[in-house]
């Protein structure tokens, strides 16, 4: 079983607020219905400020989650906020300028964390291990190619647990990574990482 957690980048085009380079809802949804039950829109208005900012630095790694969540908090006492560019705009002004023209864009780790929450993708990726798991015969095994360290993360505590339950061994100690030469030709793989293992 191949799990590949990147984008499909039909999804960055479909007009639910994944991008920060277009102006759109906030939505964020990759289906009908959020795994969550709520929008991105929804978490920036209606969510107390340490709840948002636990979001942003739980799943995005926002080292400013608190900042960003005090002016989310003023800025929809106003209006609420309902747009990427909005919302773009908010952090920006809220983070230090070193940070906004930093190497990646300051909006980049919000976005990945409301996207992550709105979509329960931590709990989806935990469970579809779980479930693949089970549906696996022994010498099977479960590959996945992971895109940021939390997801990562997710993936190693499940593989580290079925090692220790005796029921899996892992194929390589550390995460495969891209060569040089594929990062060249293919940019979204330097962030990549391939773990795997196999049912004994």
């Known amino acids: 079983v191949l799990f590949d957690l990147g984008w499909n980048m039909e999804q960055l085009a479909n007009g639910r607020g994944?991008?920060?380079?277009?102006?759109?809802?906030?939505?964020?949804?990759?289906g009908e219905k959020a795994a969550s039950g709520f929008t991105a829109a929804e978490i920036l208005n209606t969510w107390?400020?340490?709840a948002i900012a636990d979001a942003l630095f739980g799943y995005g790694e926002e080292r400013y989650a608190r900042r960003i969540a005090k002016a989310v908090v003023e800025r929809r006492e106003v209006a609420p906020i309902t747009t990427t560019l909005?919302?773009?705009?908010?952090?920006?002004d809220s983070v230090p300028a070193l940070y906004r023209h930093g190497r990646i864009n300051p909006a980049t780790r919000s976005f990945q964390a409301l996207r992550i929450a709105v979509n329960d993708e931590l709990g989806v990726l935990s469970r579809g291990i779980e479930g693949a798991w089970k549906h696996l015969a022994v010498g099977g095994r479960i590959a996945v190619i992971t895109f940021h360290s939390i997801e990562d993360r997710v993936v190693k505590r499940a593989f580290a647990e079925l090692v220790a339950k005796g029921e899996g061994k892992l194929l390589t100690k550390k995460p495969i990574t891209a060569s040089e030469e594929e990062i060249t030709t293919n940019r979204p793989s330097r962030s990549a990482k391939l773990r795997g293992i196999e049912k004994i």
């Open 18 to 30: 994944f991008s920060f380079a277009h102006n759109e809802p906030l939505d964020m949804r990759y």
């Open 48 to 50: 107390q400020e340490t």
């Open 86 to 92: 909005e919302f773009v705009e908010l952090i920006r």
